[in-house]
């Protein structure tokens, strides 16, 4: 009735008399045979991936990046100049600081935002879009809040976004947004 008949490999196995295929072509055959077994799962992670990336892009919200670096000068009065013994003056740490607050005031923020229109610009003026700031808007009032100005939002972006940082002990700042 039921005759058993032999296990058969589920993988070929060359004979080891040396006649099957070396070693690099095997490995090329099983490769090649496993990317056509499976092209459909491959197929569906590349694509899932590629949403995701597309979802990413959508729900950050843009950030820019921007470094520069400004020379404090540390010029005297003339008549101070020809008084002096030292041929160059000592560091002012003061001044430099004072000069570093003044680059961080709002007053200069908001001539930076004016010169540059930056209120116009729907990008920078826009309140940040993104997924945290969707959800706490949502569970904010937004009806008992009262309406900025676009100048102001880039105001307040800007200066949230912005140091000023002395370089070492040079008269150099390095900004940085």
């Not at 899932?48 to 919200?61: D, Q």
Request: glycine share 6%.
């Amino acid at each position: 009735m039921l005759q058993p008949t032999p296990l058969q490999p589920a993988t070929s196995v060359p004979p080891p008399d040396g006649s099957g295929q070396d070693g690099v072509g095997a490995l090329v055959d099983f490769a090649l045979g496993f990317l056509l077994r499976q092209y459909l799962v491959i197929l569906l992670l590349v694509l899932l991936a590629g949403v995701a990336g597309a979802i990413f892009l959508v729900v950050t919200p843009p950030t820019y990046t921007a470094q520069a670096k400004i020379f404090i000068g540390t010029q005297k009065a003339e008549f101070v100049q020809q008084q002096s013994l030292f041929a160059e003056a000592p560091i002012d740490n003061a001044q430099i600081e004072t000069q570093i607050e003044i680059l961080l005031s709002k007053a200069i923020v908001a001539s930076v935002v004016q010169k540059l229109k930056l209120g116009d610009d729907p990008e920078f003026a826009s309140p940040p879009v993104g997924l945290i700031s969707w959800v706490l808007q949502v569970f904010n009032n937004p009806t008992a809040a009262e309406p900025k100005l676009d100048t102001e939002i880039a105001i307040a972006r800007l200066a949230d976004g912005l140091t000023v940082k002395r370089v070492g002990f040079s008269f150099l700042a390095r900004n940085r947004r």
